[in-house]
Structures are given as structure tokens and as C-alpha cells.
């Protein structure tokens, strides 16, 4: 049951991180074609200290900005609880594994789009939300132990 909404949540995902200009508070930015940088034709900026990959963020009060990551943290909590129930028996540290993964790609892709700015930071503000999702997973698992019935 669970297999279908973890992969529909990671097209969800990139679907969003595909979009340029994504303003959270603006619904009519939730749609609109793919566009992408022109110039950026390779990873180097993966190993270039001072691409932007690296740099943290100067709007960090304004309300979209909050939002934004809020829903980073939602969106990787809910992904994390798909992926542990639809792969019972799934350790955190494997769980981990693939949610970094799928994060830092996240990230890498949207460097490519236009509007858009993947961070390393963003992977972090990511990981804040599997390990959310991890704790709401084992919560989970505690309170079915101790139903009587």
C-alpha cells in the first residue's frame, strides 16, 4: 500500500524541484514548463569551493523562504515514514542512505533550473525531516506493541 505513495511522493518531489521560480506562497508558480540554466553543462561546481552549491541563504526571514523549508522538512518526513512502511524490516541507517541520496540529487537538479538554487544546506534541512520520519516510525511501531488487542 505503501510502495505506491513513496513513489508517487518522490515524483511529487521532483516535479516541484523541476519547476522554475517555485514561490511557495504563489500557487500560480506551482505549475509552469521546466526551464534550465544555460552555461551549466556539468557537475564541476560539485568540486568548485566557491559555487553557490556551498553558500547558505540571505533571505532567511522572509515568510516564503520559512515556508519553503518547512515544507522540505514535511515532504522528507512523509517520504521517510513511505519508504520504512513500504520496506518493512528497513534499518535507519539504510533508510538514511537513500533519503540522503535522493536528497542530494534533489539538490544537484535543482541547480540546473532556472530560479531555483540547490544547496548543500537544503540536504541538511532534508535530513532534519527523515529524521523526523524516523522517530514518527518508531513511535508508530511502539504504540501497535502496546494496543492489548
Known sequence: MYKP?????????????????????????????????????????????????????????????????????????????FLCKSFKGLSAHFAFFIISGLAFSDEVHQYFVVGRSGRLADVGIDLIGFTIGIFLVKAMKKGKQRRPF
Open 5 to 81: 505513495l513513496f513513489f508517487l511522493m518522490i515524483l511529487a518531489i521532483w516535479f516541484l524541484s523541476n519547476t522554475p521560480n517555485l514561490m511557495v506562497l504563489e500557487p500560480k508558480t506551482w505549475i509552469s514548463e521546466p526551464m534550465y540554466e544555460e552555461g551549466i553543462r556539468s557537475l564541476v561546481f560539485l568540486i568548485q569551493q566557491e559555487s553557490s552549491f556551498y553558500h547558505g541563504y540571505d533571505n532567511i526571514w522572509e515568510l516564503n523562504f520559512i515556508v519553503h523549508k518547512v515544507s522540505h522538512v514535511f515532504c522528507y518526513a512523509i517520504l521517510t515514514i
